[in-house]
């Protein structure tokens, strides 16, 4: 079985440029979460959607972040302009359906370097 | 409210056994995890336990789980320096997100 696929691995901008990072989830997996690794902290959730509605957003800074499933299936997650604390791993994770123990199921990550 | 905490780091002896521990605030958590993250990659799930247990063991890991206290523990037996990572403890809330810790440095020394 494919893990969760997440493109490009390394990125690296100028303060108020823009960037784009790509999640394919697991095959079947409904539910979806874009997380922000900054280094030297855990895992922060930015987003989680269910099939291609939104479950919560409340810790996305909306003013520059957004993000978008259209087809329930892959998912696009966009800043602009960049500052310089948005330097970090980005972990897409995916889950079958909520109501089971819930595991997540992490990609590599997309590593973003604001300069 | 939603926090987790860990201790930041850990340094044990090759071959003795490792004990991580961290606490958690939301007393709604359905289950709790472990993960492992190794240098540049991403994290990957060691164990879970169920809320509604106290123990759980799977091969060296040993899950112990207060729920009174809200602390959780993970003891690794016989060390090895593979296991040197960052361990990241996580709770499962009811809106199904995992609320991660800020995880801990294991250091495995020969």
């Known amino acids: 079985e494919a893990g969760v696929a997440q493109s490009p691995r390394y990125k690296i901008i100028e303060k108020r440029q823009s960037v784009a990072f790509w999640c394919n989830p697991i095959s079947g997996h409904a539910t979806l979460y874009w997380y922000q690794q900054i280094l030297g902290q855990g895992p922060k959730l930015l987003i989680q959607f269910q099939n291609n509605g939104v479950v919560d957003d409340s810790q996305l800074p909306k003013d520059r972040f957004s993000a978008e499933r259209l087809k329930g299936v892959d998912s696009t997650l966009k800043i602009q302009p960049a500052k310089l604390e948005d330097s970090a791993v980005y972990l897409c994770?995916?889950?079958?359906?909520?109501?089971?123990?819930?595991?997540?199921?992490f990609g590599e990550g997309s590593r973003l370097t604001v300069l | 409210g939603e926090d987790v905490e860990q201790s930041l780091f850990l340094s044990v002896r090759e071959g003795d056994s490792s004990v991580i521990n961290c606490t958690y605030t939301d007393s709604s958590s359905t289950y709790l995890y472990w993960y492992k993250q190794e240098p540049g990659a991403g994290l990957q799930l060691l164990t879970y336990i169920f809320s509604n247990m106290d123990m759980k063991q799977d091969q060296r890991l040993t899950v112990l789980l207060n729920k009174k206290d809200k602390h959780l523990s993970l003891r690794i037996a016989d060390t090895q320096t593979g296991d040197s990572a960052i361990y990241f403890c996580?709770?499962?809330?009811?809106?199904?997100?995992?609320?991660f810790g800020t995880g801990t440095r294991l250091q495995v020394f020969p």
């Open positions: 994770a995916s889950t079958p359906t909520s109501g089971y123990t819930g595991e997540l199921f």
């Open positions: 996580a709770e499962k809330v009811p809106t199904d997100k995992l609320i």
